[in-house]
């Protein structure tokens, strides 16, 4: 029997959710209980926005930053390597679509969730005006995240039907990934305007990101659009002076992390990592590619990062050192986006604009920054030592260690070739895997979705040769 690496204990995911909702609002119960609520049977219960945000919220959490995508792929990238069977399935077709579902289906159940909560936040009150255009903003920045993290594994995915099964649209089409691109930067546009404004009839009423702060959402729009802009470097020719403008928006508006910091101690309550390990003790280790990294800089990063030093060769039953506490610790944050991260697009972007010491600049506050978040001192040897020694493969390089325990590393990966990795061990096929195939369900009851001719080698539109 194949072990199922994707399906981490979903009982484990539904208790932290509704956990997380019963203590933000089990101090005034009274207020959200609809008195309404058995009028109608053949209606769906009318949620409050106070429930729907923190649901959405940590459920992105869970799945963006933990559940069926930062493990697999970490392994493809080589920040860690399995014991289990799993290490060979991931590079062969034993990873099937079967493996995809939860990860799909929960993302999918949050964009509706997203969706209801753009719409309440739209309605009017007496005096004609929406009745939170901050939150409407908010809610839009994680509509756009979401797309984005399952184009970037999905290629073409639903959209423009997905959320309309209410209507009868029970099999919504494949939107090209071009097409999908196109629509995350317009709700990111829309966010900003939103956001913008002057003033909204009610603020964010719960937020477990920024404490309904807006500017840092607004702040958080102009980030991600800049992380899309250069994720299309391959495919779109201004794509590098795109992601400097927006990059810029974001720092001059104050942009310092997207980050859920709410993970705790509680056995329902623990960062995603933390439970796998808990639960499948001895499983994951680190990679050799990584760690060998950390080592021979002296990288004051690899205490929290790991263990200890020792490196599992990928594709091996060698051991390994743990994951550290920066990734694995209970209350660990997951990092949707983080402060090093826009300082390296920008570095990438003004190298290839020919600004280089603009460049050195950015790369420079981008490790400060990782190390800042790390919560260590001092800096990892071998660094560029001026503008013009300051390669693509250095800022990638960087950029690579910083954004450990996301999914950032895989896109750029894809996008530029670096790190460089080689085929781990015992592997089956002589290729990385650059995608993820159709889950079971979808190709199963939506006769529009099909794998016919799909692989996980098999790059997706940005990907482009």
């Known amino acids: 029997m194949k072990f199922n690496f994707f399906k981490m204990d979903k009982n484990t995911f539904q208790s932290i959710s509704i956990m997380f909702i019963i203590l933000i609002l089990l101090p005034s119960c009274k207020s959200w209980i609809d008195p309404e609520i058995n009028e109608d049977p053949n209606k769906p219960i009318n949620v ?82 929406p009745i939170s255009v901050y939150t409407r903003g908010m809610a839009k920045v994680m509509m756009a995240e979401l797309i984005a993290f399952n184009t970037n594994l999905w290629n073409d995915i639903p959209y423009s039907e997905a959320f309309s099964g209410d209507n009868a649209i029970l099999n919504p089409k494949l939107d090209s990934q071009q097409s999908i691109y196109d ?63 927006f990059a810029n928006q974001a720092l001059s508006a104050g942009f310092i992390g997207y980050v859920f910091k709410e993970f705790n101690t509680d056995a329902n309550g623990m960062n995603p990592l933390a439970q796998f390990m808990y639960q499948r003790s001895g499983d994951l280790v680190m990679a050799s590619t990584f760690i060998d990294m950390l080592v021979t800089d002296s990288d004051p990063r690899l205490s929290e990062f790991s263990t200890g030093s020792l490196g599992s060769i990928p594709g091996s039953y060698d051991p390994g050192s743990l994951p550290g506490n920066y990734a694995a610790a209970p209350n660990a944050y997951i990092y949707h986006m983080n402060l090093a991260e826009l300082y390296f697009i920008l570095a990438e972007s003004y190298l290839h604009t020919d600004q280089s010491d603009l460049a050195f600049d950015a790369f420079n506050n981008g490790v400060a920054a990782s190390i800042s978040d790390v919560g260590v001192v001092g800096l990892p040897l071998n660094l560029p030592v001026d503008a013009l020694s300051l390669t693509l493969e250095d800022i990638i390089y960087q950029k690579y260690i910083a954004n450990y325990n996301t999914i950032q590393g895989f896109n750029d990966w894809r996008r530029t070739g670096f790190p460089l990795l080689t085929i781990p061990t015992n592997c089956i096929t002589n290729e990385i895997p650059r995608r993820y195939t159709y889950p079971e369900d979808e190709v199963l009851y939506n006769k529009n979705v099909s794998n016919d001719g799909i692989s996980l080698t098999n790059r997706v539109w940005w990907d482009s040769l």
């Open 183 to 245: 629509e995350i930067d317009q709700l990111l546009v829309d966010a900003i305007n939103d956001l913008s404004s002057e003033s909204s009839v009610i603020d964010i009423p719960v937020d477990l990101i920024y404490g309904g702060d807006k500017e840092m959402w607004l702040a958080t729009a102009y980030a991600l659009r800049a992380r899309y802009a250069l994720i299309l470097s391959k495919v779109e020719p201004n794509a590098y002076t795109n992601a400097i403008t």
């Open 48 to 129: 409050s926005m106070e429930l729907l945000i923190p649901a959405i919220q940590v459920n992105m959490a869970y799945q963006i930053g933990g559940n069926n995508a930062v493990r697999p792929i970490g392994i493809w990238m080589q920040y860690f390597n399995s014991h289990s069977q799993f290490q060979f399935a991931v590079y062969d077709s034993s990873i099937n679509s079967r493996d995809c579902n939860y990860l799909w289906n929960s993302n999918y159940t949050n964009g509706k969730d997203i969706c209801i909560l753009i719409e309440k936040t739209s309605e009017l009150n007496p005096d004609r005006k």
